[in-house]
């Protein structure tokens, strides 16, 4: 411990504390959100781990490790290993609910990585003041050897993780296609914003590793990095946090078959989805109609398919636009009015719909029919 040395708060810990606060309060959020809660919590969780993790930069621009030195690998601050994993089971869990399976195995090199720093932590030198041993250990076997394996490992746990992601939310949007009227809404398109985040991050986070050990990156000269990589951050943690707040459908078994479609089915559904207005319903699915039809979920997907050349979402959209049209040209109604009448769940959804079918906002289409 240097006596000499004093705890100072310069601009560039003041400002990386500001960049990682919304991060905690984003993280914290989400790791107690009730709602979704098993997709919450890992993603929480990566919040709050990555937010911790910029500690060594708060506290070394303050110049608090020449006051107490000992906290060399103090475990907090180097999670790395835990990220792409917990993004993993996020995704997961949002999507599909169901046990981990293989993804658990993921969390292993996290694992190795805690012990491995609780170790260096609590044991190498005789107590926590004496931090010659921490530092020793740190320029003969860490630096040279341990730091290389682990940046190996979190670029690639992260490439796969963006691999996976993509991939997941690609299947999850083909299922709400055919599976529910409400596939917009359902649309989790904070994990496309997540790969995107992650595929800035692995760059600015392997490119800082690489520079750290070929010319001995300063704190100063890797600043504005670590800045970027922390705003990054708190974009995709303030998106998610707004996003998640309702549960979602999640994906099944499927249940094709091969077996004929009864004669008419289509024709029979389609008559009583438009007498009884069932696409009026905000939430309508295609169980919902195979329970009302008393058929197979298959067999009304197949039908409909057939019958109509779209995806149930696409179907049932297009019959709340037509619904919508009448109702913005014959009435004065507010849009919004329209919108949750024609079975949207809002506005910002309706608008989306209604111009991928029409080419027009529904406001200027009421006024190319009332000009």
């Known amino acids: 411990m240097d006596d000499s040395a004093q705890l100072v708060m310069n601009w560039r810990s003041v400002m990386m504390a500001m960049v990682i606060t919304p991060i905690l309060i984003c993280g914290v959020v989400l790791f107690f959100r009730r709602v979704e809660a098993r997709a919450s919590r890992p993603l929480g969780a990566v919040l709050i781990l990555a937010a911790l993790s910029m500690g060594p930069q ?22 790395d290993l835990w990220f792409g994993p917990l993004l993993i089971i996020h995704a997961h869990a949002l999507t599909r609910g169901t046990s981990l399976g293989w993804r658990r195995y993921l969390l292993l090199p996290g694992a190795v990585q805690c012990l491995y720093y609780l170790g260096a932590f609590f044991l190498l030198g005789d107590s926590m003041f004496d931090h010659l041993g921490k530092w020793a250990f740190n320029n003969m076997v860490h630096g040279p050897y341990v730091e290389p394996v682990e940046t190996l490992v979190g670029v690639a746990l992260m490439l796969f993780a963006i691999i996976y992601l993509w991939r997941e939310r690609a299947t999850y949007l083909a299922f709400l296609e055919n599976e529910s009227s409400a596939a917009r809404d359902y649309d989790p398109v904070w994990l496309r914003n997540i790969v995107v985040a992650l595929v800035a991050a692995t760059c600015l986070y392997a490119g800082l590793e690489i520079a750290q050990l070929a010319i001995d990156l300063t704190y100063n000269a890797a600043f504005p990095f670590q800045v970027l990589l922390m705003a990054i951050l708190c974009w995709l943690g303030l998106d998610a946090a707004w996003r998640l707040t309702s549960p979602f459908p999640k994906l099944r078994p499927s249940l094709a078959t091969t077996a004929p479609v009864p004669d008419n089915l289509s024709e029979r559904i389609l008559s009583r989805m438009s007498a009884e207005r069932w696409f009026l319903e905000p939430r309508l699915s295609i169980r919902d109609v195979a329970n009302r039809m008393g058929s197979n979920e298959s067999y009304v997907s197949r039908a409909l398919n057939r019958a109509s050349g779209q995806s149930f979402n696409q179907l049932v959209n297009g019959l709340r636009v037509k619904h919508a049209k009448i109702q913005l040209s014959d009435t004065s109604d507010p849009v919004l009015s329209i919108a949750m009448d024609s079975g949207f769940n809002s506005k910002a959804t309706f608008n989306r719909v209604f111009r991928d079918f029409t080419g027009q906002t529904p406001s200027r289409f009421r006024a190319s029919q009332n000009p």
């Open 58 to 79: 708060i506290i070394g621009y303050a110049d608090a490790y020449a006051i107490w030195p000992w906290m060399t690998f103090f475990p907090l601050f180097s999670t």
